[in-house]
């Protein structure tokens, strides 16, 4: 047997996919967001995909920006990853769901047939710039090919009752916790159970606007870093409750800031990496974050991303690929 938690962090490959300008457009702007500089997201984005590739030296593949999804770039909403196996989500944002749908345009016609998108203005990200009677979005399926054509195994989440969003999963290495959140419902966690059979899967209850990850991360296979807000905190007592594996923890005083990527890409002789926020971000967690003392710290900023809702979690599907049979 291997060492405990040995899994969390392995990694060959980074999944990105490119800023659309409908994310600073009328299509782009609306549900009460603040408006956003494309140019400096799409310099953000450009600097994270740097970093993935050359500090990290991970094998970067980057999907092109598509303007039919103005929150495309929140591709690690679309899928849970561990091992050979990719679990394709189900959003609970109708509008993403075009993003991971099997069959497409179709998908979302029938969906929808009878709702007026404005009307739903709030349970989107982003809004549309006028009403219409029926949203049309064309089947855009670059994250299932991507990872298909690297040789994961594809699993599908066909219970139309189920809502999953990937970042409200988080992996320890030894287990998976799921927030059950606005985003997440209790049938999307029983499917990453039954996805990953191998390692426990727990619940976790998320109050508030955010996914499990805005509040929570791993700062290295024993040690679990949050925010101080109470919803954070919370979040951090319940999974000390459920788990049977004793973890570290490490509070910062921005939730942003334990949204982080505890990375392993295998290079000979060089510890682990934390990929974090940094850059000008999030200043007051900089130096608490400098008492993970066992790894490479990465600062990377998002500021202008996170306008549209982005954490670093969500900017990138980073993973290890092997054959499969």
């Known amino acids: 047997m291997g060492t405990p938690g040995e899994g969390l962090g392995r990694c060959s490959h980074a999944l990105i996919r490119g800023v659309p300008e ?5 299509e782009g702007a609306g549900a009460g967001l603040p408006a956003l500089d494309l140019a400096k997201a799409q ?49 609970w944002s109708p509008a993403r769901r075009p993003e991971v749908s099997t069959r497409g345009a179709s998908v979302v016609e029938e ?29 855009i399926d670059g994250v299932r090919k991507a990872l298909q054509d690297l040789g994961l195994r594809i699993v599908e989440m066909e219970d139309e009752n189920a809502t999953l969003d990937g970042t409200d999963v988080l992996f320890t290495g030894r ?13 999307g966690a029983e499917i990453v159970a039954d996805t990953f059979r191998d390692f426990a899967v727990s619940t976790v209850p998320v109050s508030g606007p955010s996914h499990l990850r805005g509040l929570c991360g791993m700062g290295g296979p024993r040690t679990v870093v949050a925010g101080s807000s109470e919803a954070a905190q919370k979040a951090v007592r319940a999974m000390a ?18 949204d982080c990527l505890f990375l392993r890409p295998g290079m000979p ?31 990377v900023s998002c500021s ?9 979690s969500s900017l990138c599907l980073v993973f290890s690929t092997r054959p499969h049979s």
């Open 304 to 312: 202008e991303l996170e306008k549209a809702g982005a954490g670093l």
């Open 22 to 26: 409908s994310l600073a457009s009328g």
């Open 175 to 187: 287990e998976f916790f799921v927030g059950l959140s606005k985003w997440t419902n209790h049938r």
């Open 43 to 91: 310099r953000e984005h450009g600097v994270l995909g740097g970093k993935l590739r050359q500090r990290l030296g991970l094998q970067l593949i980057e999907l092109p920006p598509e303007e039919s999804l103005p929150l495309g770039p929140l591709l690690g909403d679309m899928a849970v990853i561990q091992g050979d196996t990719a679990l394709i989500t189900r959003p």
């Open 241 to 258: 409750v459920l788990t049977d594996h004793p973890y570290a923890s490490l509070t910062l005083p921005d939730d942003a800031a334990a």
């Open 269 to 299: 002789g060089v510890p682990p990496f934390l990929l974090h926020r940094g850059g000008g971000d999030l200043p007051n967690s900089q130096e608490a974050l400098q008492k993970l003392s066992d790894v490479t710290l990465v600062p």
């Open 111 to 139: 969906g929808w047939k009878e709702l007026n998108v404005w009307s739903l203005k709030e349970e989107l990200v982003v809004g549309i710039s006028q009403p219409c009677p029926l949203f049309y979005c064309p089947k």
